[in-house]
């Protein structure tokens, strides 16, 4: 398996490879989630969100070059201000691996590369969000070694 940078080019791959977990939040939360999102409209936001400065990007590939992941993250520098310390954090936004790759090293290898970016970004912390109807992704970066930060609750009006 290879990690390689991804650039906009990949915005179709990785619309592509979004529909897997994009189901997932369409089954548990159909009140948020569109059915069925055009595959062009998603592949343009990727693209727009691969153009920006702050954006990191990775693609996992078999060796036989068919991709079967990717990790989408945001590198965010944010000055001290009366409140808050001077931060720097490189936040996961999505993570998706084909169904068919699960449970052989992509995820952990795609966050390595993410981990990596931050680092060299000069980062001090890596932070993701994860649905708590997704208990096998809880358990995923449980074992990664992330802690819980904050508890999100809603309440329909």
Not at 41 to 63: N, P, T
Not at 100 to 125: F, Q, Y
């Amino acid at each position: 398996m290879k990690i390689r940078r991804a650039t906009v080019e990949d915005a179709p791959l990785i619309a592509d490879l979004n529909r897997h977990v994009h189901a997932l939040h369409v089954a548990n939360r159909p009140d948020l989630y569109r059915q069925d999102p055009p595959l062009q409209d998603l592949a343009a936001g990727y693209a727009d969100r691969l153009g920006r400065d702050d954006a990191v990007a990775f693609v996992a590939e078999l060796d036989d070059g068919d991709a079967v992941g990717y990790a989408l993250a945001v590198i965010a520098h944010k000055d001290e201000t009366t409140l808050f310390r001077r931060d720097s954090a490189i936040g996961l936004r999505q993570l998706a691996v084909d169904p068919r790759a699960t449970r052989c090293g992509v995820a952990t290898g795609l966050l390595d590369a993410v981990r990596d970016a931050g680092r060299a970004a000069g980062c001090r912390r890596f932070v993701t969000e994860v649905w708590d109807f997704n208990v096998e992704a809880r358990a995923f970066y449980e074992a990664a070694g992330f802690v819980p930060m904050t508890h999100a609750l809603e309440q329909p009006l």
